[in-house]
């Protein structure tokens, strides 16, 4: 009989984050799992691999991003809708790799969750969100982000084309997006996912990522796994499975 898994819903932190704990019962000084979800989802939509993590023995944590689920806000649909697209999701995550750190804290003082092993995953958007906090939060000691990307120069979603994107907003991506810092990414044990013909996210910032990433990793290359898959814009069960694997193995 496996283990029985138990779900609780709450609002943590100061700044009242929606969460949804995923984990098996009796657990104790478990690692913790942050996981997020996509553009225009919630965090339930995280509770498959939540729950095959939990059977790992994982404390996991899934998160409504900021004006999503019980988050909802109107800037969402602006971001979606209109040409503010690369400096509202700039905005969204930044503001959720704020939020990550929140969490870790929130979470250091339980008897439950061992922040001393946290990890993080995504698909799309909270793989955006994972590569931002890697890059702000050096807690994070295992990450499997799930076709998103580092970079925010390139066309994503239903952003403008960045030859048409406004010359500030520019430069605040390109000081502020996960790309520029990537040697802060090199502390963690980094599982990279990615589809090749992938037309909402393109592989293009990974494949740039993983060329600077690689020498970081050349004397611990048991840390680092970049891997593109044939296909379009989602997460198959192979990329699932592979994350569930690599977080568990590393935590």
């Known amino acids: 009989m496996g283990k029985k898994i138990l779900l609780e819903g709450k609002t943590i932190t100061d700044n009242g984050i929606p969460v949804t704990e995923c984990y098996a019962e009796g657990v104790s000084n478990a690692p913790l799992v942050i996981l997020n979800h996509g553009t225009g989802g919630n965090r339930l939509q995280m509770l498959?691999?939540?729950?095959?993590?939990?059977?790992?023995?994982?404390?996991?944590?899934?998160?409504?991003?900021?004006?999503?689920?019980?988050?909802?806000?109107?800037?969402?649909?602006?971001?979606?809708?209109?040409?503010?697209?690369?400096?509202?999701?700039?905005?969204?995550l930044l503001l959720m790799a704020e939020d990550m750190s929140r969490i870790i804290d929130y979470y250091s003082g339980s008897e439950m969750a061992d922040v001393s092993r946290t990890g993080m995953s995504g698909i799309?958007?909270?793989?955006?969100?994972a590569f931002m906090t890697m890059t702000k939060d050096s807690r994070i000691k295992a990450a499997a982000p799930i076709i998103g990307s580092p970079d925010l120069t390139d066309k994503y979603g239903n952003s403008l084309d960045w030859d048409d994107t406004d010359p500030v907003v520019r430069e605040r991506v390109i000081a502020e997006m996960p790309l520029t810092h990537y040697e802060k990414?090199?502390?963690?044990?980094?599982?990279?996912?990615?589809?090749?013909?992938?037309?909402?996210?393109?592989?293009?910032?990974?494949?740039?990522?993983?060329?600077?990433?690689?020498?970081?990793?050349?004397?611990?290359?048991?840390?680092?796994?970049?891997?593109?898959?044939?296909?379009?814009?989602?997460?198959?069960?192979?990329?699932?499975?592979?994350?569930?694997?690599?977080?568990?193995?590393?935590?």
């Open 48 to 92: 498959e691999m939540g729950a095959r993590l939990a059977e790992r023995g994982c404390f996991c944590v899934l998160v409504d991003a900021v004006w999503h689920g019980e988050r909802g806000d109107d800037k969402l649909r602006m971001m979606l809708e209109t040409s503010l697209y690369k400096e509202y999701y700039l905005d969204m």
């Open 124 to 129: 799309s958007q909270g793989g955006y969100v």
């Open 185 to 251: 990414m090199a502390g963690t044990a980094l599982l990279i996912q990615n589809s090749t013909e992938d037309t909402v996210v393109p592989v293009t910032g990974t494949r740039r990522l993983n060329e600077k990433l690689r020498p970081l990793y050349k004397d611990r290359s048991g840390d680092y796994r970049y891997i593109e898959y044939k296909g379009g814009h989602w997460c198959s069960d192979v990329m699932l499975a592979n994350a569930v694997e690599w977080l568990a193995e590393k935590l």
